[in-house]
């Protein structure tokens, strides 16, 4: 028996009209409606709503079923702003299936890339684009559904392998990592994740393509600034994953001068709009930019404070809004202690990498989330992995410091460790970290070193004096106004 009312609905067109609300259909398909709404690049897109994914984890994939006539609206709307037909062997239509919850939960559920795929798909895009071509998205298409969906063969028939996709994206809800994440943010259980279902733009389709993250200011020290990564002939998943090193939006700035100088636009004019600080993911093609989605940026508990103090001073939220925007332990986080400056050039250099999250952290390396976890109940870890993935934030919470040797800024690592504000350093070299396991060591996320030994801390960070003694002014939360005694 459905629990929706009569007329509710299950599935919406993504055009803007009307805005919709976050709790139904998820914060980014919410961006992605006020992004179109605004007349700005988005591919095209629909949505499953949180109503459905409730439905659906009570009575399983039937619910699915059941929407194959609004699904098949939902695709009719893609191919007509697209001009391409799914499952088209000369015209066809590629899409991304995502999960969005209404408060954000950055790779704790899946995505499905590249879908549609089959034979007759591949020689149509293989005569357009090249075999190369053709055969990397194959790849890419093939190692996201079998891990996603967690089947040996996949579907001819695109239809059948949009339907898995939905399916696994809800399932994805009740994943431990998403439990564990919802758990440690104090997130509602029951509300459940919408699903995205988006026409697919190629940033591995020529020499002009590419993608990446830009964040409106940087998130790890809370400066005016933006500030991004960028990686040509890649798709989202290879920055977010932090498995192929990114470079700085400025590389983006010299292959294409006009595509940066109008994503900086874009990032001012989504920030004023949202009257808060953005984490936009953006892919080119052939030369066009694409934006794939916006959010709230995840931030450091430096930058949240610097955030709101900004955003007071610039007209955009009020010193109320700004007090309420900043916790008593991000307060308190960003006025923690720094390295003492003798005993760190003393301790011996064991790895040097990228600072994402300011602060310190001493602890024994473990290489294993899992060993954190456990071990962290007797004694401080490092943990210390190759790169990070959605399933080890187990580990991450337990840590008190987070390192790896391979990933970027915007990494999955960087983007966590801010949030839980937990120093981090990324990107140190491949096999940088092979041989620290066991070993006692202090991560710097101020400087991006990681050196032997548990060095001591020295005096209280003024970085955020001032802003700290505004927010206290305006707050009217004690808890708050007493971490400035």
């Known amino acids: 028996m459905s629990t929706m009312p009569a007329g509710a609905p299950r599935v919406l067109i993504l055009d803007g009209h009307p805005e919709p609300s976050p709790a139904l259909v998820g914060g980014k398909a919410a961006g992605i409606a006020r992004m179109t709404a605004s007349g700005l690049p988005v591919p095209p897109a629909f949505v499953l709503t949180t109503e459905v994914c409730r439905e659906f984890l009570a009575h399983g994939e039937r619910v699915v079923d059941s929407l194959a006539d609004e699904i098949s609206g939902g695709m009719a709307f893609l191919a007509r702003r697209t001009g391409r037909t799914f499952g088209s062997s000369e015209s066809p239509l590629l899409v991304s299936v995502r999960s969005g919850a209404a408060t954000s939960m950055p790779g704790m559920m899946d995505t499905v890339l590249n879908l549609g795929v089959n034979q007759g798909v591949l020689k149509a895009l293989s ?18 559904f079998r891990e996603i969906v967690e089947v040996d063969d996949i579907p001819v028939d695109p239809w059948a392998q949009l339907r898995l996709a939905i399916a696994a994206v809800f399932r994805s809800w009740l994943s431990p990592r998403a439990v564990a994440y919802r758990r440690r943010h104090g997130l509602d259980d029951a509300a459940g994740t919408a699903v995205t279902v988006q026409a697919m733009v190629f940033g591995n389709a020529d020499a002009e393509s590419g993608t990446g993250v830009l964040f409106t200011r940087d998130p790890a020290t809370g400066t005016a600034e933006p500030f991004g990564e960028w990686l040509a002939g890649a798709q989202g998943e290879d920055v977010v994953s932090g498995v192929r090193a990114p470079l700085p939006l400025s590389a983006l700035a010299e292959l294409l001068p006009q ?29 066009h930019l694409w934006l794939l989605q916006t959010r ?42 720094g390295l003492d400056p003798v005993a760190r050039r ?10 994402v999250c300011p602060g310190a952290g001493s602890g024994v390396v473990v290489t294993d989330p899992d060993e954190a976890e456990s071990r962290a109940e007797r004694e401080p870890v490092v943990l210390a992995r190759p790169t990070t993935s959605p399933h080890d934030l187990p580990g991450m919470i337990a840590a008190t410091a987070i390192v790896t040797e391979v990933g970027g800024a915007t990494s999955h690592a960087a983007l966590v460790s801010r949030e839980l504000g937990v120093p981090c350093v990324v990107g140190c070299g491949e096999g940088s970290l092979a ?25 209280i960070s003024a970085a955020a004096g001032e802003d700290l003694r505004l927010l206290a002014e305006w707050s009217a939360d004690s808890a708050l106004s007493g971490t400035e005694q």
């Open 127 to 144: 005569a357009g684009h090249g075999a190369d071509y053709a055969d990397d998205i194959r790849a890419r298409f093939e190692r996201g």
């Open 435 to 459: 041989g620290l396991a066991g070993e006692v060591v202090t991560v710097c996320g101020e400087t991006g070193e990681v050196r032997k030994g548990a060095v001591p801390v020295a005096e």
């Open 346 to 355: 003393a301790a011996p250099l064991l790895a040097r990498g990228l600072p």
């Open 296 to 337: 709230s940026a995840k931030r450091s508990p430096l930058a949240a404070v610097r955030f709101a103090v900004a955003l007071v001073r610039e007209g955009l939220i009020s010193p109320h809004e700004a007090a309420g925007r900043v916790t008593p332990d991000q307060v308190r986080a960003s006025r923690r202690p």
């Open 259 to 287: 595509v940066h100088a109008q994503l900086l636009d874009y990032g001012r004019r989504l920030e004023k709009q949202h009257r808060d600080v953005q984490d936009i993911e953006f892919t080119v093609q052939s030369g």
